[in-house]
């Protein structure tokens, strides 16, 4: 008896325990990895069946270039703004979802030649539209 009375007195030492704590939180804290904020952004990658069909017809590329002074051009050909409408009437009748519009506007343009342009896209249900600013 006196044997077991002897194991139950015996105490951890306290030091030696903190120590090992220590030990482990430097470790994880210097294998720490940071964070990769890219591998949270959703990414909407073309599906399998659109790659296997070669024989489908890229989409139109529509340019419209939004000058200042009100002045317009498609594909490069100047018109006013009333062509452009007409203009996007006819492409929108014929193949508004097949249709992409890149709107180019001159760093000089005025919000409101956009926004013109914008309206006749959406009077033409043109609904696929890039806009960016030329250089």
Not at 124 to 130: I, V
């Amino acid at each position: 008896m006196a044997h077991k009375k002897s194991i139950d007195k015996i105490e951890t030492p306290l030091s030696a325990l903190i120590d090992v704590v220590f030990l482990l939180l430097m470790y994880f804290i210097s294998s720490q990895q940071p964070e990769i904020p890219e591998a949270h952004v959703a990414i909407n990658l073309p599906s399998p069946s659109a790659i296997s069909n070669p024989q489908q017809a890229p989409p139109q590329l529509l340019e419209i270039h939004v000058l200042p002074n009100f002045q317009y051009s498609i594909q490069n050909t100047p018109m006013s703004l009333d062509a452009v409408g007409t203009y996007l009437q006819r492409v929108g009748a014929l193949n508004s979802k097949d249709t992409t519009v890149i709107i180019k506007v001159a760093p000089d343009a005025t919000e409101g030649n956009l926004v013109s342009v914008l309206d006749r896209c959406n009077k033409a249900n043109l609904s696929q539209l890039n806009v960016m600013m030329m250089q």
